[in-house]
């Protein structure tokens, strides 16, 4: 027993154990606030929770009253809560430091906190919504119409097959690999970041799903491989492969015309 | 015919061959025969045998061995791989991408292989075992002699006496006179490469009234439509939404912003680096997408910082403050189309351009 104790894992292990205690006590002290936390009515029971978590997450940079802060955040009043589904559900808030692109990270909130936080913001001074799982859905899409609005508003900036690109001053448009069809659907909603806004006037709802189609369309295409730059094949390791063997070629030709041994006189 | 007791030449049998290969010596066909030298008696004549010039042997004799077995190993990978591809030529089915794509590889590796043996191993040879001897050989005159040039003249001249050339003058300038046609009818087809563009490049198709439709929605734009801030579409001319040589200089952007972002100038008065107001529609402006550098479209638009960029070269240009030059090579600001609304509240062209778009040309005013 001595023994084991001294074996250098088990101080990891101890730490380990205490990591995965102290978890679930957290998520049964939270788990009891949610159940108590609802004074009157789910939907203001959900505003009062989602309040909680921002004041926890967000508040040190968007500001105690979500008012933002000049330079830092902006200000989530009128956001909506399609934006905020947007920026926590593909992990990009709450952000790790002040970024000129916030990137793509694993998700810190449950669905449910999402939403709790989606309805606070929506509460503060409305702003687009959560499409509905109608909104999204590809059934009777026109991937075709898709990919026409798709080269002539999206490509631009993410690339014909959505494998992103490069911006200004270190900002870059995402791939859109991982991208949810509601995740999609809002960001054309809320223009998130450097994007423009596409609203329900301009790309309509109908266009959107035709939009979404095309993209989602595309991750079932045949890939080439190699290092992708938007499906065109292993282009890059080509490149370096031929700049390699022409460097190979000139030493191999300066080689072989090199005098060498003793010249017969 | 082989079964013949006889060969082809009567009297040419097998015994009688024998018979004479047993009494004479053996002769190598195209050797004068033994006893008889070609340089005449050999009492009279010694010859002064050349310097050899070139050794007969390397002079690291082991060396050239193992090089001999490296330059043989090289070949037989060439043979190796040039079975390899009749085998894979055969063995490798392409009647599907995938099947197309490994045979490629098994083709064009082989191949790679073969040349890469024989060059290989022709290298080493060259390097290892043939003599590294620089020799140099005189060059005869390149002046004919003069009884050759004598005898060409005069060849030249009855030829040309007997061809009737000189004596027909009607031949003679009827075939010139056919040539003279010929030579420049592929002069006149450089035609084909104009007609000068003259004033194509300082005007678009844009003029008072024209609608802007969203390009490929082909809807007509309204301000109310177009209404949130940080919104930026492509829009085309109404009537020239497939007219892709008028679409190269008359594709346009609008961006709508939010009030008080955008640095306004007066049409009167404008001033570089400004937006002019009355060409704009609550706050929606409207600019040339082809880029000012060499003509890409330039459609990246950050609704955060106001930049368009353009994503050949990285020219950069602000969109609140008249489409200026910010960063890369572009010199001048993308033009802004002046728009207003018409009766139906649709958004038009006030006028075309005042200024030509795209980039900078000879001719540019």
Redesign the interface.
Known sequence: MTARRRHPAARYLVILLGLVLVGFGYALVTGIGEASAAPGSALQGQIAQGRAIFLQECSSCHGIYAQGVPGLAPSLIGVGSAAVDFQVSTGRMPAREPAAENPRKPVQLTTRQIHALAAYIASLGGGPAIPSAAQVSQSGAHVALGQ??F???CA??HNFQGAG?A???G?F?PALTASTPTQIYEAMLT?P???????N???TPQ?KRDIIAYVVQTRNE?NPGGFSLGRVGPVTEGLVAFLGMLLFMVFAALW?TA??????E | MSDSPAGPWPGDDQTARNGAADEAPRRVIGTPPPGVSLLGDPATYTPAAPPRELPADPDDLPGAKRAERVVAACFLIATVAGLAFLVAYFAFPVHSLVGVQRSNLALGLSTALVFLGLAAGTTIWVRRLMPDVELTEGRKPLRSSEEDRAAFEQTFNEGADASQFVKRPLLRRTLIAAAVPATLAPIVLLRDLGPLPRKDLTFTVWRPGLRLLKADANTPVTPGSFSSPGGMITVVPDGYQENFDALAKAAVIIIRFAPGQVEYTNEDHPVPGKVVANWTVDNIVAYSKICTHVGCPAALYEQTTHHILCPCHQSTFDATRGAKVIFGPATRPLPQLPMTVDAQGFLVARHDFTEPVGPSYWERP
Do not use: S, W
């Open positions: 026409a609005l080269v002539t508003d631009q900036c690109g911006l200004t001053y900002k448009a223009g970041e450097a994007m423009p806004v596409f609203n006037t301009t790309i266009q045949p072989i005098r060498h041994g003793k010249t017969h």
